[in-house]
């Protein structure tokens, strides 16, 4: 049973450059969340994902936005990279016949110069 | 007020000692509890999720919910060496608009020789 991935493991761009991280959702899961988590922190909500559509969304500014494939596959963009953009971001899907508990992938290491 | 109140810790214990790890939340409408083990450099991993007041417990592992005191907590019995890492507490309110979770910063727990 393939859990979630996430592509690229790292990436390091430069200040004001856009960025497209991706996302493929446990076997089963209908559902995708992405985070972001600072050092030391714990994981931020970004956004959810569900139908397609962008269900729930946390305070992130617009240049934070995403995307839902019909095969429930997903992708978050930033553009204009402020170097705070730096961080690990987490992806995570789930479903309601798991009870929405969410499994995260192995995470994106951006890093902006 | 914050969401989400962990002791950052770091939390030392003997190893096959039992390991006590707290967690207080503001909201009262939370629904839903969890545990993430995250070690260093990795991502989240889901290890315990509570759902009703009391005790639930899956092998080593035991989450107690007390929902009058805002209150949740992670017993590690028989703490190994391998058990070190961050301990994330996160809880969700379910609703029609999505099930974002929130997340403390985490305790990180030693288990020493």
């Known amino acids: 049973d393939a859990g979630v991935t996430q592509s690229p493991t790292h990436l390091i761009k430069t200040r004001g450059q856009q960025v497209t991280l991706r996302c493929s959702p446990k076997?089963?899961?209908?559902?995708v969340s992405w985070y972001q988590q600072a050092l030391g922190q714990g994981p931020q909500f970004i956004f959810q994902?569900?139908?397609?559509?962008?269900?729930q969304r946390g305070n992130f500014p617009d240049r934070f936005s995403g995307h839902q494939f019909p095969n429930y596959s997903s992708e978050l963009n930033v553009n204009a990279l402020l170097l705070g953009d730096s961080a690990l971001y987490l992806c995570a899907s789930s479903s309601l016949y798991d009870r929405y508990e969410q499994y995260f992938g192995p995470g994106t290491r951006l890093t902006v110069t | 007020q914050k969401e989400v109140e962990q002791n950052s810790g770091p939390l030392s214990v003997p190893e096959g000692a039992i390991a006590s790890l707290n967690c207080t939340y503001s909201d009262r409408g939370s629904q839903s509890f969890f545990w993430y083990r995250q070690y260093s450099g990795k991502s989240p991993e889901l290890i315990m999720s509570?759902?009703?007041?009391g005790d639930k417990e899956d092998g080593r592992f035991t989450a107690q919910l007390n929902k009058a005191s805002q209150y949740v907590s992670l017993l590690i019995r028989d703490s190994q060496p391998s058990d070190s890492a961050t301990y994330l507490c996160?809880?969700?309110?379910?609703?029609?608009?999505?099930?974002?979770?929130?997340f403390g910063t985490g305790t990180q727990l030693k288990v020493e020789l």
């Open positions: 076997s089963g899961h209908d559902t």
């Open positions: 996160a809880f969700y309110i379910l609703t029609g608009g999505g099930n974002k979770l929130t």
């Open positions: 994902y569900y139908e397609e559509e962008e269900r």
């Open positions: 509570i759902y009703s007041n």
